[in-house]
Each structure stands twice: as structure tokens, then as C-alpha cells.
């Protein structure tokens, strides 16, 4: 079992940044590839970026290709998304997923509750 919890979500303006956090309980943290989604109102969930267990590989969403940095710290048992150059349609709510190396919300095993991005133009 791994329970993930999200923080540094917020309200920022366009070209802003911010940093996301995902603490995870347990000590199998380093056992699971962890993923960043996100959600916008009336919409699917849709991935934003992996990092594998090491945390060696990683890979974005063409969307935030360039912008965006996932990162983890095992050590520590969290994942980050470093957030640069934010657009208002990057506006979601972020989910951190514990699961298998994958772009596929249903290869994800744990979720958290999320945290509220909100980009102003």
C-alpha cells in the first residue's frame, strides 16, 4: 500500500511557476514509476509525465515537453514537478499516480487526492 499526497498547487499568472510535491507513504516508494495527470473541468484526465523507479527516465506530454521537470527523490519518498512558463490551459487539478512505467492512467495503482493548478491570463 502507498498512500500519496499532493501540495504546491495554487493560483499563479501565465509565464509563472510553480513546484508540485508528492509525498509517499511506505517503504516500497522506490519499487513503483510514478506519474503526474492532470484534469481540467469537463474533461479526461490526461498524462503529464513519468520518472522510472531510479528516477534515470523520464518523459512528458508534448503539451509540457520544454516546460515542465519531473523529478523523485527516494530517499525522501517524493516525486516533484517543477512547473515553468505556465499557460492558462495548463489550469487542472495534478494527480501523482504510484503504478507501472506507463503514459496509461489505468497502469497506476495508488492516486492521491490531488492539488488545484489555476493559471490566470
Known amino acids: 500500500q502507498v498512500q500519496l499526497v499532493e501540495s504546491g498547487g495554487g493560483l499563479v499568472q501565465a509565464g509563472g511557476s510553480l513546484r508540485l510535491s508528492c509525498a509517499a507513504s511506505g517503504r516500497s516508494f522506490s519499487t513503483y514509476a510514478m506519474g503526474w495527470f492532470r484534469q481540467a473541468p469537463g474533461k479526461e484526465r490526461e498524462f503529464v509525465a513519468a520518472v522510472t523507479r531510479s528516477g534515470i527516465r523520464t518523459y512528458y506530454a508534448d503539451s509540457v515537453k520544454g516546460r515542465f521537470t519531473i523529478s523523485r527523490d527516494n530517499a525522501k519518498n517524493t516525486v516533484y514537478l517543477q512547473m515553468n512558463s505556465l499557460k492558462p490551459d495548463d489550469t487542472a487539478v495534478y494527480y501523482c499516480?504510484?503504478?507501472?512505467?506507463?503514459?496509461?492512467?489505468?497502469?497506476?495503482?495508488?492516486w492521491g487526492q490531488g492539488t488545484q493548478v489555476t493559471v490566470s491570463s
Open positions: 499516480a504510484a503504478g507501472d512505467w506507463s503514459t496509461a492512467p489505468d497502469a497506476y495503482d495508488y
